[in-house]
């Protein structure tokens, strides 16, 4: 994997976006050019409103989601919002940008990917990068290559 | 011919292509045909018994075809379809 470069701002963007939303889960995309990042496109976590989620964590026999109401689905999963996803590919299309990172926080846990994470990580070429809120005054950014249950961590560089 | 965007994941089964040209009345033809031009691509979107797994998302002309008529939706000349694996996961 190439190495990782995301500029200061979007950082500080994803940490917003993960305390905003904090306790529930919040998700995105990052787009770039060689492994540097230059478009950050959040995106809606559908986890407790969209019923192909929990069909989707059945089939790959990662989570029991039926059981849990709204509010807890959300706040230990994350579901993109298909929509949204193709928007935002269409844009990175259009500006001739390629998918770089793929991220998510977890409310109350490390910044490392769960089980739940590496059994749907459908995507080998992009980074996953995860925000822990677990110590709410220092949030832990850590990203990783998911190859085939493989798990790798990925340094990134603020620039 | 229906133009066919290629998700990052599947693209080595395509080349490289992030897009390729198909043909088809309906996905499910689509899908047979893609699957004769670049052999393996059938067994990703489909499970054994020849259903779309659920991670994946297809779309014809930006219409989501789980509301439409599922593999049963129709296409016809010039439709461009896209295909998005799931991004999910959790704590």
């Keep these: 994997m190439l190495p990782l470069k995301i500029p200061r701002q979007i950082l500080d963007e994803m940490v917003a976006h993960a305390r905003a939303l904090d306790p529930y889960e919040c998700c995105g995309l990052l787009a770039g050019k060689e492994g540097a990042v230059s478009r950050h496109y959040r995106i809606t976590n559908t986890v407790a409103k969209d019923a192909q989620a929990v069909e989707v964590f059945d089939a790959a026999n990662v989570k029991q989601l039926a059981d849990l109401s709204e509010a807890q689905k959300a706040e230990v999963a994350y579901f993109m919002d298909p929509k949204e996803m193709l928007a935002a590919f269409k844009d990175m299309r259009e500006r001739e940008l390629d998918l770089t990172v793929i991220y998510h926080s977890h409310t109350h846990s490390p910044a490392y990917p769960s089980m739940t994470d590496i059994g749907l990580a459908l995507y080998p070429d992009a980074a996953y990068l995860i925000i822990s809120l677990e110590h709410k005054a220092a949030p832990d950014l850590r990203a990783y290559s998911i190859q085939g249950h493989q798990v790798t961590r990925i340094e990134f560089q603020a620039i | ?91």
């Design chain 2, 1 to 91: 011919m229906i133009k066919v965007r290629i998700p990052t994941p599947l693209r080595p089964l395509t080349k490289g292509q992030g897009e390729v040209e198909a043909k088809g009345a309906n996905i499910e033809e689509m899908v047979d045909h893609l699957e004769g031009a670049h052999p393996g691509i059938k067994g990703r979107l489909c499970d054994e018994k020849g259903e779309l797994r659920r991670f994946v998302n297809i779309y014809v002309n930006e219409e989501d075809i789980r509301f439409l008529k599922g593999k049963d939706t129709t296409l016809k000349d010039g439709d461009e379809v896209s295909i998005v694996p799931a991004i999910a996961g959790g704590n």
